[in-house]
């Protein structure tokens, strides 16, 4: 047993699962970029009122899952969790708005919520996320939809887009009054939890878990309903853009988000598989203006990579794998050979164990190596090298300029 084991929650991600990991980013990253996303990287630690302030007192990440601690002057700071109100606070901080007619950013990196761990919930989890500044169209939340969904292609991942709209500052006022009088009507079959929201936070009571309120709402009054002439332009107009782009869509009228700073579009992508959350997102049009900056629409998402990564059917494949074995007294020219294929974009080890060619054959197996490159003393005079495929046994000799053009 180690002396030390991680701290809860707080994983170490390493090998295949690290592989996996890996080809998410790798897919997410070129997708963003291909859409001409720039990247920003952000501080893991922001003052704590970021986050209050963006996410909202009453949410459950703000209330119960940051963790936060004050500096050596007593002022509150916070281990992000989320990206979006940093990038929000940066995008203000840095006057970017002033930059370009519209910015688009992403950012990646860990994540910190004090939940309850459990199979692809963790305390410190890995995000990307994007975010598009400055454009009120419903192209842009088409645009994010899009991306996300073809994250999912790229990674052959099955999994559906659900989508709702949550109205804006004219039109939601009345869908609470209306959400808050159902809740009352019937607060006997809800949750101790959902009797505290239902004052505080009325609409997160559409997503609570536990079966009976599940139930309880389902009569509950739908946003849809009650949008304004604008949102529900602005809604109508993106269910057209995701037909044009060939989006399959399910609409959720209890989708509603755990975070305050939603309006209007709210999406997330749903693995069927493992019932969980992989992506989500929605818009935000007043959140850079409640953080003090000029009124700017914007509207983003984040994936989980943990939880995408768990999904991946195959691993990544990796290019083969060389061992160059030296026989003999020929270490200096093996290290040369090493040069030249790895100068030819080869995965290349040198064997560091020195026995016989036997040994170091079984050596390369344990390795998992493609290919073993012996290079004994007659190799040496030659100038050529002996390649061995492992996986069918078959041995030939190159000589080192064949094998340039060669290999
Ligand atoms: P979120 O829904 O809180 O949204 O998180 C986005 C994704 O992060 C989730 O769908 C899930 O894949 C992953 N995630 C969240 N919590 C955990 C956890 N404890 N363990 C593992 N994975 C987790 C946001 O964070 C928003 N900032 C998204 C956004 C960007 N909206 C607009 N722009």
Redesign the pocket.
């Known amino acids: 047993m180690a002396e030390f084991i991680s701290v809860r929650?707080f994983h170490d991600i390493f090998g295949e699962e690290l592989d996996k990991f890996n080809a998410v980013r790798r897919a997410v990253r070129r997708i963003l970029e291909l859409h001409n996303f720039e990247e920003v990287i952000l501080p893991v630690v922001e003052y704590a009122e970021v986050f209050q302030r963006s996410?909202g007192e009453a949410t459950d990440?703000v209330q119960k899952?940051m963790f936060v601690f004050p500096d050596k002057k007593g002022r509150l700071l916070a281990l992000r969790?989320?990206?979006?109100?940093g990038?929000v606070r940066a995008f203000i901080q840095h006057r970017l708005f002033a930059l370009k007619p519209y910015t688009k950013l992403f950012y990646e990196g860990p994540?910190f919520?004090y939940?309850r761990?459990q199979a692809?919930?963790?305390?410190?989890?890995?995000?990307i996320?994007?975010?598009v500044f400055g454009i009120s169209d419903p192209l842009a939340d088409a645009e994010?939809i899009n991306i996300s969904y073809k994250i999912l292609k790229e990674l052959n991942i099955d999994c559906s887009v659900e989508i709702n709209s949550i109205g804006c500052r004219v039109c939601r006022p009345n869908y609470r009054k209306a959400l808050v009088e159902y809740l009352n009507r019937i607060a006997g079959a809800l949750c101790q939890d959902c009797i505290d929201r239902k004052d505080r936070n009325p609409l997160r009571v559409l997503d609570c878990k536990v079966p009976t309120c599940k139930e309880a709402v389902k009569e509950a009054p739908k946003t849809l309903n009650f949008l304004c002439q604008d949102c529900e332009k602005h809604h109508k107009e993106l269910l057209d853009y995701l037909e044009s782009l060939g989006i399959p869509y399910v609409e959720n009228p209890n989708l509603v988000?755990?975070?305050d700073?939603?309006t209007k579009t709210v999406f997330?992508?749903v693995s069927q598989e493992l019932g969980?959350?992989?992506?989500?997102?929605?818009?935000?049009d007043y959140l850079v203006e409640e953080m003090g900056g000029v009124p700017t629409p914007?509207?983003?998402?984040?994936?989980?990579?943990?939880?995408?990564s768990m999904l991946l059917k195959e691993l990544p494949k990796k290019p083969p794998l060389y061992i160059v074995i030296p026989i003999g007294n020929t270490i200096g020219y093996a290290l040369k050979v090493c040069e030249l294929l790895r100068e030819r974009g080869k995965r290349v080890e040198l064997s560091y164990k020195r026995s016989s060619v036997k040994k170091q054959l079984e050596l390369a197996n344990k390795l998992k190596a493609d290919y073993a490159v012996i290079v004994g003393e007659d190799e040496m005079k030659e100038e050529s090298i002996s390649i061995k495929n492992l996986h069918t046994g078959e041995q030939k000799k190159y000589s080192l300029k064949g094998l340039l053009s060669e290999v």
């Open positions: 929650g996410i990440i899952e969790p989320e990206g979006t109100a990038v994540m919520r939940e761990p692809g919930r963790y305390r410190q989890f890995h995000q996320g994007a975010e994010v988000r755990g975070l700073y939603y997330e992508i969980i959350t992989v992506i989500a997102g929605g818009r935000y914007a509207v983003g998402f984040a994936v989980g990579v943990e939880r995408l």
